[in-house]
């Protein structure tokens, strides 16, 4: 046997004893491992329903602070999640659009958490701090909607 096969076979062993199937021809084992994954997503699930936990990306929201406060021209918003959060600074900065607001100076850290501190000049617009800190909130929610 090649050395090509040999470690295939090798690795479809692995594979059986890993999911405890019985199986002997290599469909069989997929089929087997497959239902075994989806059997330790429902453990899972159900394991993070008892300790009051969802793995939905509703629950993520949870996990953002936005503030905003009222500077001389603009604001100061600052949004941090614990979390890495692909796409968001997109949302917030289309938000920051719709209400006329030029982003003067910001700083946005997206590695392993996400944080946004931007200064928004208002454009004459005559937004308060609670109308922008709700746009955010919008944005943030609109963006976890749509994961």
Not at 62 to 73: D, G, H, I, N
Not at 110 to 122: H, P, V, Y
Request: overall charge positive; hydrophobic content about 35%.
């Amino acid at each position: 046997m090649s050395s090509k096969k040999k470690k295939k076979a090798a690795l479809y062993e692995k594979l059986r004893a890993a999911t405890n199937s019985n199986a002997m021809n290599k469909t069989s084992i997929i089929v087997d491992a497959s239902k075994y994954i989806g059997e330790l997503k429902k453990k899972v699930d159900r394991l993070n329903h008892e300790i009051g936990t969802s793995s939905t990306p509703q629950n993520s929201l949870s996990a953002v602070r936005v503030t905003v406060e009222t500077l001389e021209k603009g604001f100061l918003i600052n949004v941090f999640s614990g979390k890495n959060c692909p796409g968001l600074l997109v949302s917030i900065l289309e938000a920051f659009e719709e209400l006329g607001l030029d982003v003067l100076d910001a700083r946005v850290s997206c590695e392993d958490n996400f944080q946004l501190e931007a200064i928004g000049g208002d454009q004459n617009q005559g937004h308060d701090a609670q109308v922008v800190k709700q746009a955010v909130l919008q944005a943030i929610h609109n963006w976890n909607g749509g994961r």
